[in-house]
C-alpha cells in the first residue's frame, strides 16, 4: 500500500505498539489459553441470522489439545448482560462434542451463547454471541430537546477561556526524528466551577520544519498514565495522546492506582443527577479543547486532522468528531457510553457502565434525561465525517446491540470492519486494517473506504 518503505516501517511499528498499549490497559481482558479450551461455533459463518432463524452452536471441550469427555457440562442463551432466557446441559462424555439448537429471536438484537465446562473442579466457560439482523438496530435513547443548544453553550463557554499551554521537553521519549513534550491546557472547569481546569498530554512533534497533519489519540476507561505510548508516534504526524482527569500523565504507577481505588473511583457515574455538573461535561469539552490546541500549532497542516480511541476512548473519538468541526476522519473502536440507557427496554441490553442504568432502582426519569445529552447515539446522529468502526460480537463490556445502536445512526460515510469472536480486545489483525485506513488518511488526507484489508 506505502510507496514509502521507511513510512511502511513506521506505520508497522505504529501498528504493533498500538496493539499492545490496548492490550496493558485492557489488562484482564486479554485472551489467555489454559489446559481447557470450551470451543463455541454457530451454523452460520458470518454468525448472523434471520429474526425468527434458529441459531444452531457446535461445542467442542478440549484438553491439551485433545477432546476432552466432560459430563459436568451446561449451556445458557440469552441477550447479553442479562439473565438466561434458556438453559440446558450438554452430553460431552462421548468425544467432548455436541450440538444445541438454542432457539432464535423475533426481533433485531444479539442472542449470547454460554457454556460451562467442569474438570478437575474448577470451570471452563465458552460463548459465542450472533446477530438477528444487527444493520436494523435502532437505539432505545432518544434525541433531547435542547441537545444542540446545551453543547453550544459549553463551547461557548469554553471559547472564553485561554488555551494557556504549558509545555515541557520530554527528552528521554524523544527520538531522532521526533521531540517529545509533556503538555497541558486550559479547560472549563470541573463540578466545582472554581476556575478552568486543565488537561494533560504528551505531545510528540517532528523535528524537521514543516506543516504536518495531527493524530488526537484519546483515553478508554480508567486512571492511568501513558508510559509508552509516545512510541506510537507517526514520523510525519503530530500526536497528541491525554487524559481525562486533570493529572499529569507521567506519574508513578502507584498514584494512579491509588486515585482509582479513592477519590475517581466509579468517576462515569459522578453528578449524573445534574445535567450540567455531570463528571463527562468537562471530558468531552475537554476532548474539544484538545482538538482546539492541535489546530494552534504552528506547524500543523490546517486541513488533516484525526480522532481515534477505544472503548470509553471510542466514546469521545465519536463524541469529539461530533462538536468539532476541525475533525477529518476518526476510528472508533467498541465504543462506550452508547445507548447506555437500553435497559429500560425489555430483553435489551445498555451500553457501558452498567452502573448507570442495569439495576432498575437507577432508571430515574432525571438520570435518564440527563444522560441523554452524553450519550454517544445522539453525537453519533451529529457525525458528518468519515469514520471506520470496530468491534467484537463477544464484548462483555460494551455489548454490541449498543455499538450498534450508535453506528446505525450515522449517516457520514462510514465502514464496519467486525472481528466477530473478540471480546473487549482487539485482536492484531482488526488493529492492522484499522491503522491502514487511519494512517492513509493521514498520508493522503483521503479516507480510503476500500482499504481495510490486512
Request: aromatic share 10%; hydrophobic share 40%.
Amino acid at each position: 500500500m506505502f510507496r514509502n518503505p521507511r513510512r511502511s516501517w513506521i506505520l508497522f511499528r505504529f501498528t504493533i505498539a498500538t496493539f499492545i498499549l490496548c492490550l496493558a490497559v485492557l489488562g484482564s481482558a486479554q485472551f489467555r489459553t489454559g489446559p481447557v479450551q470450551v470451543l463455541v461455533t454457530p451454523d452460520h459463518a458470518d454468525w448472523k441470522y434471520a429474526p425468527g432463524e434458529s441459531a444452531v452452536f457446535s461445542v467442542k471441550a478440549l484438553k491439551n489439545g485433545n477432546p476432552l469427555a466432560a459430563a459436568g457440562a451446561s449451556w445458557a442463551v440469552g441477550p447479553e448482560l442479562l439473565p438466561p432466557i434458556r438453559t440446558g446441559s450438554i452430553d460431552l462424555s462421548a468425544d467432548g462434542a455436541a450440538t444445541v439448537n438454542a432457539g432464535t429471536r423475533r426481533d433485531a438484537g444479539f442472542l449470547r451463547f454460554v457454556v460451562t465446562v467442569a474438570d478437575e473442579g474448577r470451570s471452563y466457560r465458552g460463548m459465542c454471541t450472533v446477530g438477528f439482523a444487527p444493520e436494523q438496530i435502532r437505539p432505545v435513547v432518544q434525541d433531547p430537546e435542547g441537545f444542540d443548544s446545551f453543547w453550544q453553550e459549553g463551547k461557548d463557554a469554553l471559547a472564553k477561556i485561554p488555551i494557556a499551554e504549558q509545555r515541557t521537553p520530554y527528552p528521554e521519549k524523544s527520538t531522532a526524528t521526533l521531540d517529545a513534550y509533556q503538555v497541558s491546557f486550559q479547560n472549563v472547569a470541573g463540578p466545582s466551577n472554581r476556575g478552568a481546569s486543565r488537561i494533560y498530554g504528551i505531545l510528540t512533534e517532528p523535528k524537521a520544519p514543516g506543516k504536518y497533519p495531527a493524530l488526537l489519540r484519546l483515553p478508554g476507561a480508567g486512571v492511568y498514565g501513558v508510559s509508552g505510548i509516545v512510541k506510537e508516534a507517526l514520523e510525519d504526524t503530530i500526536v497528541l495522546s491525554i487524559g481525562i482527569h486533570g493529572i499529569p500523565l507521567t506519574l508513578d504507577a502507584s498514584v494512579y492506582n491509588s486515585i482509582s481505588r479513592g477519590a475517581i473511583d466509579t468517576y462515569y457515574i459522578y453528578n449524573i443527577e445534574s445535567r450540567d455538573m455531570y463528571y463527562y461535561r468537562r471530558v468531552y469539552l475537554g476532548c474539544v479543547r484538545a482538538v482546539d490546541y492541535l489546530a494552534a500549532l504552528p506547524n500543523w497542516d490546517g486541513k488533516t486532522l484525526a480522532v481515534i480511541g477505544s472503548s470509553q476512548g471510542g466514546a469521545l473519538a465519536i463524541v469529539t468528531a461530533a462538536l468539532h468541526p476541525r475533525v477529518g476522519a476518526l476510528a472508533s473502536i467498541h465504543p462506550a457510553l452508547s445507548d447506555s440507557g437500553g435497559y429500560v427496554q425489555d430483553g435489551r441490553a445498555g451500553g457501558w457502565p452498567p452502573e448507570l442504568f442495569q439495576d432498575p432502582a437507577n432508571r430515574t426519569k432525571e438520570r435518564l434525561d440527563n444522560f441523554a445529552f452524553y450519550d454517544v447515539v445522539n453525537f453519533a446522529r451529529r457525525v458528518k465525517v468519515p469514520g471506520i468502526y470496530s468491534w467484537g460480537y463477544n464484548d462483555e463490556t460494551c455489548p454490541p446491540v449498543s455499538t450498534y445502536s450508535s453506528y446505525n445512526v450515522i449517516t457520514a460515510p462510514k465502514v464496519l470492519t467486525l472481528q466477530l469472536e473478540t471480546g473487549h480486545w482487539i485482536a492484531p489483525e482488526q488493529n492492522a486494517r484499522i491503522m491502514r485506513w487511519v494512517g492513509e488518511y493521514l498520508k493522503t488526507g483521503i479516507t480510503p473506504f476500500t482499504l481495510i484489508a490486512p
